[in-house]
């Protein structure tokens, strides 16, 4: 059964940046669809950024040009480079793995940005 563990969550102030980091246990993702997600408070859950396993790339509107995904599948990591972090982007962060049409999560690492 997949395991996925966030990491790098944090408090970290306006202008600042953070790197998240989900390693995947119990599957190989080399070719699955990898993902962030965030919910803050109040708010539905909401796409950060995916990649596919051929590197192509989506991100969230709010988040574009700020927000990096990357993959490196020998590690079976997925990372999330945030810069220019504003306090709207405080939220849980998810990680998900989408495999033939079925998302598994993880628990999800809080990121506070302090205006």
């Known amino acids: 059964q997949v395991q996925l563990a966030e990491s790098g969550g944090g408090l970290v102030q306006a202008g600042g940046s953070l790197r998240l980091s989900c390693a995947a246990s119990?599957?190989?993702?080399?070719?699955?669809?990898m993902g962030w997600h965030r919910q803050s408070p109040g708010s539905q859950r909401e796409l950060v950024a995916q990649?596919?396993?051929?590197?192509?790339?989506d991100y969230g509107d709010s988040v574009k040009g700020r927000f990096t995904i990357s993959r490196d599948d020998a590690k079976n990591t997925v990372n999330l480079q945030m810069n220019s972090l504003k306090s709207e982007d405080t939220a849980v962060y998810y990680c998900a793995r989408t495999r033939y049409g079925r998302t598994d999560w993880g628990q999800g690492t809080q990121v506070t940005v302090s205006s």
């Open positions: 119990g599957t190989i993702i080399r070719l699955d669809r």
């Open positions: 990649i596919r396993s051929d590197g192509s790339t």
